[in-house]
């Protein structure tokens, strides 16, 4: 296929198996390499004017110079817009995987230096110290080179490493004299202390400073003298430098910004593609069919980019062979009662709420969390199976003995997120710590189905208290469900509060899966909270 033509196949059926992979670094052209061998067309959209660093491969297409111009559709088909230059292309995909590479700056200013001949980055280094390369060419012999290593900032494990693997390599490669002047070294890249132990025993010089750090002057034959206070004898050292190494700051690629508001997905706080949220990893996003790997989520080491990369591979087939997750119940919208308010569009963190001449809520992207339908104002949107209303009805059902214990306990209800609260009360079951004999938990899919609605029938189903318990912050599998559900919860705090109703009444926690103990301890505390609202 011509890459450079315009490519219009909307309105053919989908039976594309085809994957695009943005990105043109080591990462990205493992993932498409991976699927050719699995007999997956892969298209590399790189943003780079470069030539293929791997050479050709059969069944990767490379879009050299390409940028995302719009994405529309959904999990196994996907339409996107391409612009390269003037020319636009249209693409039909049934996965998407974003892998570009992340962006390396050099830390000069930190270490008060101007860009110099004779100051070089890690990256320089590395290069040079390639095997076809030769350092001592570089190098005079008995050349003093000094590194810098997070100084003012701490430097990143991968980037500590990386600095210490190249000390170590050029110690041992040229007959140079080699100084590594730190702050706080994070060693936590695998083998990053193993390094330290060799560079030492290959005649490194270590100097750590906590709070003053070095002064660095150029001299007039471009070289560098060094003043500094050692730390452990107080007294003044000094030596000159033919050559400095700095550190780098690693952040996300300059493309990547546009192009995951292109796809719509998330950003952690940083500017990387997907955060840290437990349930998402390793390279999931909040949209189904579109993935993330290497340094677009921030995999820093080479080594690990490349081992994400098989598992970014792994997803995606996985996604391609319907083997990703077990079904999930089936979301629809009543014709009948749907105001084309477009609520549930902007509420849906998936993109699944399809506008056309209905509102329709797309099976392949929906992700089950409920947040359009406790959200819908006209209560338009069902989910298969889920009855909260029902559930709660039945739970709170009294027993028919007025005598019965259950009488003189507060009546609690917990809701709670099936995902963690439904976890945590699982694992309380299993160490035999029995809840009070008031409580009554109604699990849902999300925390963001819960709506205030729900939240205000139980008090009217005769609750005394009522707990909402979501997932912690940035591990919501929806990643906005719990944030949501405390909103709709402070409205109804609010609202209690206008009827004469003790907000405390209501109150609002988090709990991880595996918590039980402390699932258990909360809801004994709030069990005694409401027994004291009530006695007062």
């Known amino acids: 296929m011509n890459a450079h033509a315009t490519i219009d196949r909307r309105k053919q059926p989908s039976t594309t198996?085809?994957?695009m992979i943005f990105g043109g670094g080591a990462c990205a052209q493992k993932i498409a390499a991976n699927l050719?061998?699995?007999g997956i067309e892969a298209w590399l959209a790189a943003s780079e004017e470069a030539p293929p660093a791997a050479?050709?491969?059969d069944g990767i297409h490379w879009l050299t110079g390409t940028e995302l111009s719009t994405c529309r559709g959904f999990a196994g088909n996907f339409e996107?817009?391409?612009k390269r230059g003037n020319a636009l292309f249209r693409q039909l995909v049934s996965a998407i995987v974003v892998a570009e590479d992340d962006q390396r700056t050099p830390n000069y200013k930190?270490?008060?230096l101007p860009p110099h001949s004779r100051v070089m980055t890690i990256t320089s280094l590395e290069a040079m110290m390639h095997p076809q390369a030769s350092v001592k060419d570089r190098f005079d012999g008995g050349a003093r080179i000094a590194f810098l290593c997070g100084w003012q900032n701490d430097s990143h494990p991968a980037i500590a490493k990386r600095m210490l693997d190249g000390c170590r390599r050029l110690q041992r490669r040229s007959q140079v004299a080699t100084y590594f002047l730190t702050g706080n070294l994070k060693v936590a890249a695998t083998g990053a202390e193993t390094m330290v132990q060799a560079?030492?025993?290959?005649?490194?010089i270590f100097l750590k400073f906590t709070d003053q750090f070095p002064t660095i002057h150029t001299l007039a034959d471009s070289r560098f003298e060094i003043d500094c206070l050692d730390e452990l004898t107080r007294m003044?050292?000094?030596?000159?430098?033919?050559?400095?190494?700095v550190d780098e700051s690693i952040g996300p690629g300059r493309h990547l910004a546009a192009l995951v508001q292109g796809l719509g997905i998330e950003r952690d706080g940083i500017g990387f593609a997907q955060g840290d949220n437990v349930r998402r990893l390793s390279n999931a996003t909040n949209r189904r069919g579109i993935f993330v790997a290497g340094g677009s989520r921030g995999i820093l080491s080479d080594d690990e980019q490349l081992a994400d990369a098989d598992q970014a591979t792994l997803r995606v087939l996985a996604f391609l062979q319907n083997r990703e997750s077990r079904a999930l119940p089936k979301v629809e919208i009543q014709r009948g009662r749907c105001a084309r308010c477009l609520t549930c569009h902007r509420l849906c963190p998936h993109h699944a709420i399809e506008i056309g001449s209905r509102i329709s809520v797309v099976t392949a992207a929906c992700q089950s969390c409920g947040i359009c339908m406790a959200g819908c104002p006209a209560r338009a949107i069902r989910m298969e199976g889920l009855q909260i209303d029902a559930d709660l009805s039945r739970r709170m059902q009294r027993p028919a003995a007025p005598a019965d214990p259950f009488e003189k306990m507060p009546r609690v209800v917990v809701f709670g997120c099936a995902r963690s609260a439904g976890q945590a009360h699982a694992l309380t079951r299993l160490s035999g710590n029995a809840l009070p004999g008031g409580v009554q938990i109604v699990e849902a899919p999300c925390g963001g189905t819960i709506s205030g609605s729900h939240l205000l029938a139980a008090f009217e189903a005769g609750a005394d208290g009522v707990m909402l318990c979501t997932c912690h912050t940035d591990n919501c599998q929806s990643e906005i469900g719990n944030r949501v559900a405390r909103r709709r919860a402070e409205s109804a705090r609010d609202l209690l509060t206008a009827a004469g109703v003790e907000r405390d009444r209501l109150t609002i926690t988090s709990v991880a899966a595996n918590m039980g103990s402390e699932f258990h301890f909360l809801i004994k505390a709030f069990v005694d909270q409401i027994r004291a609202i009530k006695d007062t």
């Open 17 to 19: 198996t085809e994957v």
């Open 36 to 38: 050719a061998d699995h």
């Open 55 to 57: 050479g050709h491969h």
């Open 80 to 82: 996107l817009k391409l």
């Open 110 to 112: 930190p270490y008060g």
């Open 199 to 204: 560079a030492k025993r290959s005649g490194t």
């Open 236 to 245: 003044p050292f000094r030596f000159k430098a033919d050559w400095i190494v």
